[in-house]
T-cell receptor
Framework: DAKTTQPTSMDCAEGRAANLPCNHSTISGNEYVYWYRQIHSQGPQYIIHGLKNNETNEMASLIITEDRKSSTLILPHATLRDTAVYYCIVRPNYGGSQGNLIFGKGTKLSVKP | KAGVTQTPRYLIKTRGQQVTLSCSPISGHRSVSWYQQTPGQGLQFLFEYFSETQRNKGNFPGRFSGRQFSNSRSEMNVSTLELGDSALYLC???????????FGPGTRLTVL
């Protein structure tokens, strides 16, 4: 079973920041938080991942709380093309770890004009 | 680099038939994972291959099998197809098993 809890759906106005929360209260010390998104009928797209420090890349920022029990994915300036289902996943990240991702139901983000 | 490619993109089969799906990972990636996506069950892990060895397997019946070749390309096979096997089958590749995975566009299988 997925170890994360996300809201089922969220709306965001175009051009505004989209903040997507994720709870992972049972996360272990060696588990990373990964974010993927899936635009309708396409394969999931990797966004970002982190362990305990905040991370930023060209797509998004990831804010992880100090206790690591929750995180927030931030899309700084949402566009209509960011409308998708966003998945928050926790998985171990050490050499030889199993490669499978366990997807939950994710958050359907709708960006509106 | 070219992305993950999957062939065919669409497939229609009838119950009882078998099907083989193909996945070509990103050049240099040695790990290939397969997932099944259905409206009811969402995205579910099927199996993962690394350097031609199956390293991990999801909770699917033995009708689902796969293999990986020396060039890292992978195939998955489903025998004795059932209506419930209708799904989007996704392949993902990564450099190592524990890196971020990059997904292909999927193969849409319809079983009639």
């Amino acid at each position: 079973d997925a170890k994360t809890t996300q809201p089922t759906s969220m709306d965001c106005a175009e051009g505004r920041a989209a903040n997507l929360p994720c709870n992972h209260s049972t996360i272990s010390g060696n588990e990373y938080v990964y974010w993927y998104r899936q635009i309708h009928s396409q394969g999931p797209q990797y966004i970002i991942h982190g362990l305990k420090n905040n991370e930023t890349n060209e797509m998004a920022s990831l804010i992880i709380t100090e206790d690591r029990k929750s995180s927030t994915l931030i899309l700084p300036h949402a566009t209509l093309r960011d409308t998708a289902v966003y998945y928050c996943i926790v998985r171990p990240n050490y050499g030889g770890s199993q490669g499978n991702l366990i997807f939950g139901k994710g958050t359907k983000l709708s960006v509106k004009p | 680099k070219a992305g993950v490619t999957q062939t065919p993109r669409y497939l229609i089969k009838t119950r009882g038939q078998q099907v083989t799906l193909s996945c070509s990972p990103i050049s240099g990636h040695r790990s290939v994972s397969w997932y099944q996506q259905t409206p009811g069950q969402g995205l579910q892990f099927l199996f993962e291959y690394f350097s031609e060895t199956q390293r991990n397997k999801g909770n699917f019946p033995g009708r689902f099998s796969g293999r990986q070749f020396s060039n890292s390309r992978s195939e998955m096979n489903v025998s004795t197809l059932e209506l419930g096997d209708s799904a989007l089958y996704l392949c993902a590749s990564s450099e190592q098993a524990d890196n971020e995975q990059f997904f292909g566009p999927g193969t849409r299988l319809t079983v009639l």
